[in-house]
Structure formats: structure tokens, C-alpha cells
């Protein structure tokens, strides 16, 4: 993908996950979710590294991190990543803005492993049960099978299946940047191990915790968001005392996409 550079590497576990480091300012911490990469931040990072110094990088099993088999990319080690890479960084209470997945991961490693945020953004978070669509649910019963399916109907199947998360219509070579991972023996068998590994259990362990965050949380929700829907993150607010919410009209799940101009906006105003 080298239209989206991660020039840097860090190993986790003998395995290499990618990364990059932009811009000049106080630290931010940028986490993407499933299924994506960082490229999810490619409308947003160049204008949060005006005023800060941006980290982002690719979940494990994800984009231009390591994939292979037998390799555990659940929500259940992404938190540690998370943790160790704030400590190769060398960063002791960074803002954070975290999308699906990286919502989980950004909360289990606040909450588990004791990792400080100055300031927490979420948006469209996975971080109250129950999650898990119906095709999710499905592919977690048969991974193998879809592991195992033509090339040609795997790639139409991750196409549709990103689309899904996009309320307004995305050209195929906009979309392209999103399915290229997960194409190829490679790419294909990760798709299907993520899926597999996804387990409701890891934000059971902490949703009776939310009340405790210690950093002021803001949270943007897609008012069209067709994977969970607007009042779980509504009452996902409840939970946290004195958070901020914001329903962004006309936006998906992959708010990124369909509303970049709002995470900027809600960022600046945050971040000031």
C-alpha cells in the first residue's frame, strides 16, 4: 500500500507491526477498527499533524502488519499492543481517537493495562454488547468454508461487505485501499481469522468500568450507522460520567469516510 506509507516498525511478539509518526505538538494516538488499516486516517491525520504529532499504525493481523496463521488478533491482544506501543513511544497520557475496534482496544488498555489518555475521542465504538452482525455471526460459524472460497467471491464479498459501513456511495478505486489487504492467500485467511477471533466477551470484561475512565471521553456517532446502531452509543454516554456525545448526520459507521470534516472539527474544538 504505498499510497499509505508506515515506514516504521515495531515488534510485538516476534510478529512486525507498522507504523507512523507526523507532525509537531503535543502527542495523539490514532486507532482503527475492523476491518480496516490505518488508511482509515488518511483524511484526517494531515490536518490533526498541523497542531499535533500523530501516531498511527495497523492493528496486528491488520493492513501492512504482520498476518499469518495460527496468529491471535484478538480484541484480547490488541489492548497489550496498544500498551507496549504507548511505551515505545514513550508516551505517558497522549490524546487518543480510537474507531470500532479501536474503541475496545483503546478502553481495555486504559482500563486493563493502566494506560493514561489525556483525552479520549470514540467514535462508532465496539464497546457495548451485544455487537457482532448477523454476517459476522455466521462467518465465525464457518470460517473455514469462507476461508476457503474462490478468490474472485471473496474479494466481492469484502467489497460489499465495507461498503456496508458507508452511507454514501464510494467509487470501487476509493474502496480499493480498503480491500487490497485482505486480498490473496494471505489476506484472505486473515479476513476470516479476525472474524473468527471476534468474542463478545472482551468488552464484557470491562463495560461495568466505564463509569471509572479517568480522562474526559467525547463520542461521535454515525446517525446512519447501519452496524450498531445510534442509541448503543447513546447509552454508551450514560455510562460515562460528563461525556460528550455528538450524532454526525448523513454518516455510516465508517465516519472517516462519510464525514471526515466532522472528526476534524470535533478534534480541534477537543483538543483546544
Avoid at 26 to 49: E, K
Avoid at 67 to 88: T, W, Y
Wanted: aromatic share 10%; hydrophobic share 40%.
Amino acid at each position: 500500500m504505498n499510497h499509505w506509507p508506515l515506514p516504521e516498525t515495531y515488534t510485538f511478539r516476534d510478529q512486525t507491526v507498522r507504523f507512523n509518526v507526523t507532525g509537531t505538538g503535543p502527542p495523539l494516538v490514532l486507532v482503527h477498527g475492523t476491518p480496516f488499516s490505518s488508511y482509515v486516517w488518511h483524511r484526517i491525520a494531515p490536518h490533526l499533524a498541523q497542531i499535533r504529532t500523530v501516531h498511527y499504525y495497523d492493528l496486528l493481523g491488520y493492513g501492512q502488519s504482520a498476518m499469518r496463521d495460527g496468529q491471535d488478533v484478538s480484541l484480547g491482544i490488541q489492548n497489550v499492543l496498544l500498551a507496549e506501543l504507548l511505551a515505545h513511544w514513550q508516551l505517558k497520557s497522549p490524546d487518543v481517537i480510537a474507531h470500532d475496534f479501536g474503541g475496545a482496544t483503546s478502553l481495555r488498555a486504559h482500563l486493563i493495562d493502566g494506560c493514561d489518555y489525556r483525552s479520549l475521542t470514540l467514535i462508532d465504538p465496539v464497546a457495548l454488547a451485544p455487537w457482532g452482525s448477523p454476517f459476522v455471526q455466521h462467518v465465525r460459524r464457518h470460517s473455514d468454508a469462507f476461508s476457503a472460497m474462490p478468490p474472485y467471491i471473496h474479494e466481492a464479498m469484502v467489497k460489499a461487505y465495507v461498503r456496508g459501513a458507508i452511507a454514501r456511495d464510494i467509487a470501487d478505486e476509493e474502496l480499493a485501499p480498503y480491500v487490497e489487504p485482505w486480498l490473496g492467500a494471505t489476506g484472505q485467511a486473515a479476513f476470516y481469522r479476525q472474524i473468527a477471533q471476534m468474542d463478545q466477551r472482551y468488552t464484557d470484561e470491562v463495560e461495568a468500568h466505564y463509569p471509572h475512565l479517568r480522562c474526559p471521553t467525547q463520542i461521535l456517532w454515525g446517525e446512519e450507522d447501519q452496524w450498531i446502531p445510534l442509541e448503543r452509543g447513546r447509552h454508551l454516554a450514560a455510562l460515562i460520567p460528563e461525556a460528550r456525545f455528538q450524532a454526525v448526520p448523513g454518516s455510516g459507521h465508517l465516519m472517516q469516510e462519510d464525514a471526515p470534516e466532522a472528526i476534524v472539527a470535533a478534534a480541534l474544538r477537543w483538543l483546544d
